[in-house]
């Protein structure tokens, strides 16, 4: 990408992509090349190890 100017996320490094997801331009540290992601939308997408969130036992939803 030819691109220049500073990282949408920490406003410190150059562009280096930009986010298959949001668009925003990214530097090095806030672009995952296998993803093509940038680092807010990879947290979005696929959890961690840490993340607490669990399902709530309903077999059931009612609209």
Do not use: K, W
């Amino acid at each position: 990408m030819s691109v220049s100017g500073l990282c949408e996320l920490c406003t410190q490094n150059e562009i280096v992509d930009g986010c298959d997801r949001c668009g925003r331009l990214v530097c090095e540290r806030h672009y995952d090349e296998a993803s093509g992601f940038c680092t807010d939308c990879l947290t979005e997408v696929e959890p961690t190890d840490d993340d607490t969130r669990q399902p709530d036992d309903v077999d059931t939803y009612r609209v």
